[in-house]
């Protein structure tokens, strides 16, 4: 099969990756996990990078389906990355309100008091606008991004996150790239399957 990506003159954008930054992933990968997806970086230091795609629901499957122990809550589950994806992780706009929250930039956070999250469930103040569940992490040992990012694997987006809650997941890989420039349109514009165009 001929790499194409070649004559789509993929390359880096060279922004740094850094907490509170988007990987877009390039259109060629077919990963089950990465292919189109949008990576929200909740940690990146010389120790390496944790990350939760933002964009990959659970397709049929609602939260109460999947996990147990928990209050009803009317919500779709996503596809955090192939780490630890038999356990649960959440993004979320309410710091303070929940404790033990890690900032990722001013307004959004992941992590914190699972006890807390149950109780502002049953008070009926979450919803998907200030709260995403996913399974499982997207994670890189030291250096192992920085290879990847030279391999034209990703691109790294600076666009505003703080409302990346309120995008719908389906939207995200071509809105992301919208924000990189007309330099990246062709990939927008590439089919998901090029052997069906």
Same mark, same amino acid.
Request: charged share 20%; aromatic share 12%; no cysteine.
């Given at each position: ?72 809550? $009317?919500?779709?589950?996503? +596809?955090?990355?192939?780490?630890? @994806? ?6 979320? =706009? /309410? !710091? *303070? ?62 666009? $505003?996150?703080?409302?990346? +809650?309120?995008?719908?997941?389906? @939207? ?6 919208? =924000? /990189? !420039? *007309? ?15």
């Amino acid at each position: 099969m001929t790499d194409i990506s070649k004559y789509l003159k993929i390359k880096s954008n060279n922004i740094a990756p850094s907490r509170g930054k988007l990987l877009i992933s390039e259109p060629f990968l077919n990963d089950y996990y990465f292919k189109r997806s949008v990576i929200l970086l909740a940690e990146h230091n010389d120790e390496g990078s944790f990350g939760i795609i933002m964009n990959k629901p659970v397709v049929d499957l609602k939260f109460n389906e999947v996990i147990n122990n928990f209050p009803n809550f $009317n919500t779709q589950l996503y +596809l955090g990355g192939p780490v630890k @994806n038999d356990s649960l992780f959440f993004v979320h =706009t /309410l !710091g *303070s309100k929940i404790s033990n929250s890690n900032e990722i930039i001013d307004g959004l956070y992941w992590g914190g008091d699972i006890n807390e999250v149950k109780e502002l469930i049953m008070m009926g103040y979450l919803n998907e606008n200030n709260i995403r569940f996913y399974v499982g992490y997207s994670g890189w040992e030291s250096k192992q991004l920085e290879e990847e990012l030279k391999k034209n694997s990703w691109l790294v987006s600076a666009m $505003n996150v703080k409302n990346l +809650l309120n995008t719908k997941p389906d @939207n995200l890989w071509k809105a992301s790239l919208d =924000t /990189l !420039g *007309s330099e990246y349109e062709i990939w927008n514009n590439f089919p998901s399957n090029p052997e069906m165009n």
